[in-house]
């Protein structure tokens, strides 16, 4: 018996494949030629300068758009995400008063220099047990130590780390941020913690100011005094933090870069505090740089592909939810026995 060989018909491209060679196809409307690529581009990057938009909402649509149709300017984005970042940590020194950030330092400081080490080495340890990078360990170890996303995008730049490390980073923070705004004064009120160790508390266990703010003014107006001056004192570890990085990541024959802007946070909190003429500015320049964050957070996520998202994997996620619950819960205990 001779066996026989059957040709099978060409099988056909798979739908997702016809998706993206549509989605990079020039459409002509009203004058103007855009790629439907370009078109989603716009309406999300648009959406992101709404005030409905959130840092962690828009690092999930720039990972969506990179996973679908992907992004049609890769390295303009690339480029304008170093800028950005750097904007936006001096932008944030507008909305911070030195004096309140000095008398914030009298109360929590043996929390804040405790919590900060703390954290900086368990990170270290437990990134070497995971086995990551040494940037990624550190960005998130800075974010959770001091303020999420402003020591972040302060040390990245210090760092030289990738865009990908920077959106591992941002993304475990800001994902953890979310759930403490809504599950710190729902722990608050089951303890029954008075408004200054709830405040003590939001300010030393939740990473971003914004989501500080938020968690302590549901939980009262003492709360939100004591979470906001003692994080913005808490803020200012991002100087001395960024140039131990840039001392602590030489390497031989590298000149260590003084991350300048850093003193352009501090510039901007003093004329904030000491400029009378220049305080109506710190409302707008505060806004402008959160936007701006939201923004950068979008840019980084638009860059990011399939294969670089698969070769992070979930070690990083892994770190900063260890790191996070570690601090959460030590520094829960010592102010419930201690304040």
């Known amino acids: ?65 990179a996973q679908t149709v992907g992004n049609p300017f890769a390295a303009r984005t690339k480029a304008a995400t170093h800028w950005l970042l750097q904007f936006s940590v001096v932008g944030l020194g507008f909305g911070m008063n030195a004096h309140a950030a000095m008398q914030a330092g009298k ?5 804040t220099v405790g919590s900060i080490l703390g954290t900086l080495v368990l990170g270290y340890f437990l990134g070497k047990w995971l086995g990551l990078s040494r940037h990624v360990v550190h960005l998130i170890s800075c974010g959770t130590a001091i303020c999420g996303g402003s020591a972040i995008a302060a040390v990245g730049p210090v760092l030289r780390a990738k865009d ?12 953890l941020n979310a759930v403490a705004l809504f599950a710190f004064p729902a722990i608050g009120h089951a303890l029954a913690m008075t408004q200054n160790q709830f405040g003590l508390w939001c300010a030393i ?83 402008l740089a959160k936007v701006s964050l939201t923004v950068t957070l979008f840019f980084i996520g638009a860059g990011l592909s399939a294969e670089v998202v698969r070769a992070v994997g979930a070690r990083p996620y892994v770190l900063g939810l260890l790191l996070w619950l570690v601090i959460s819960s030590a520094s829960l205990y010592a102010i419930l026995h201690a304040v």
């Open 1 to 65: 018996m001779v066996a026989t060989t059957h040709t099978l018909p060409p099988t056909h491209a798979p739908n997702s494949a016809k998706f993206a060679r549509h989605m990079q196809a020039p459409h002509h409307m009203l004058g103007v030629t855009l790629t439907g690529q370009q078109g989603v581009f716009g309406l999300l990057l648009v959406y992101c300068l709404t005030p409905w938009a959130s840092p962690p909402l828009a690092l999930a649509l720039g990972l969506a758009l």
């Open 107 to 111: 109360e929590g400081l043996l929390f």
């Open 164 to 175: 990908e490390e920077m959106s591992v980073a941002l993304g475990t923070v800001f994902v």
């Open 205 to 287: 266990a939740i990473h971003d100011t914004s989501s500080v703010v938020g968690a302590a003014k549901g939980y009262g107006d003492e709360a939100l005094q004591v979470a906001t001056t003692v994080k913005l004192a808490r803020a200012l570890w991002i100087v001395p933090v960024s140039v131990g990085t840039a001392l602590f990541f030489r390497q031989k024959g590298i000149k260590i870069t003084v991350p300048y802007f850093i003193f352009g946070f501090i510039g901007a909190m003093l004329l904030h505090t000491f400029v009378p003429a220049a305080r109506p500015l710190g409302p707008v320049l505060t806004g």
